[in-house]
């Protein structure tokens, strides 16, 4: 399983972003499947910098620009020259600061353009009875994937995050069956965009309120790939747990 650790702004100070990466190291000796830690980008620049353990790290989100005269803009070439090997695109957070999904697909060329992986967000806003959130999710994962080659469509995870489930307790998180219903559903989808196996090892990623206390429920018989966790991964008590809950 991979499990990405969004820290979002919740991480601030060096200390604590080293007490993270530190557990992280230890735990990766053990943990059979892929950890990625997406820290703040100053942070990330300190922390990936000379890395050589089985931790990974990823951008929260890059730069619609490729370079110049842009004061501010960090470029997801940036990120790759520090040692980033994933890049998070497309988060509900970006979308609703303006992140259209053509903005989105313009990012996602950036990105692989310069070897990174996409960790492509998607979600719908709401799980309204009528089913309209499936042709919402469809939508965001189709334009996203049609612009770009079989070959380069293949490289990406998507991680699935319905935005009513995000940042609350796990008593809010997505109910494991419908979790099932929506996995299946988006293998549909990339079954429809790629042909042949390649749709089926796209790693597809939950995220919204996962917590220690329900991982394992969220995991188990889902069929989901691996899990992109907020505020549960920027502590380090509970992140142990987390892995240890899914080891
Ligand atoms: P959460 O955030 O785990 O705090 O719900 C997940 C995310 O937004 O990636």
Redesign the pocket.
Known sequence: MIIAA?W?AYVVDLEKAKQLLATSKKLARTYKGTIVLAPPTPLLGALASGNKSKVAFAAQDVSLTTGGAHTGEVLASMYATVGARYAIVG???RRAAGDTNAVVVEKIRHILACGLTPIL?IGEQEHDAEGRYLAFVREEITTALSSFTQKERSQFIL?Y?PIW????SSSAAMDPNDLTEMVLYIRKVLAELIPGKAATRIPILY????EPTNILDLARSTHIDGF??????VDVATFTALIKAIS
């Open positions: 969004n979002k988060h509900s957070e967000c991680a995050e489930a995000i940042g609350k995220g919204g309120s996962v992109l966790i907020g505020h549960a991964s």
